[in-house]
């Protein structure tokens, strides 16, 4: 930070010492070129300050943007149903089948058995 600081200093310096070298009448339509900046800058700057430049802000910003904004709204669009749909999907199977496997004969164990499938399809051929 020092340095870029120290950099700074230095090329404000040099254009300093050029500025006093310029010759009286280059000066003179530079700064008016300044001037005529500045107030270009002053009356675009009036010009938005108004509500219908407020709008005109606006507009220019979303006309330049023009895909982003839909796709971004069909993202939203997307995860709002999603959620939604969350809401409606009920939990109560989730319940059902753990209390239907806690109240089976079978001890919750013999389901993680890797053999159990083996023997339930040989029970149920009979």
Not at 12 to 21: F, K
Not at 93 to 100: H, I, K, L, R, V
Request: a negative charge; one cysteine or more; charged letters at 20%.
């Amino acid at each position: 930070m020092k340095h870029e600081q120290e950099t700074a200093r230095q090329i404000v310096e040099l254009l300093n010492e050029s500025t006093q070298r310029l010759d009286p009448k280059v000066a003179v339509r530079l700064e008016d070129a300044r001037h005529a900046a500045v107030a270009r800058v002053n009356a675009q700057g009036a010009a938005v300050a108004g509500p219908a430049g407020l709008t005109q802000m606006f507009m220019g910003y979303f006309s330049q943007h023009r895909i982003i904004m839909p796709t971004a709204m069909m993202c939203g669009a997307v995860l709002l149903a999603f959620v939604v749909t969350q809401q409606f999907v009920g939990q109560d199977g989730y319940e059902q089948g753990d209390a239907f496997l806690l109240a089976s004969d079978l001890p919750p164990e013999a389901y993680l058995d890797k053999g159990f499938d083996e023997w339930l399809e040989r029970t149920s051929q009979f």
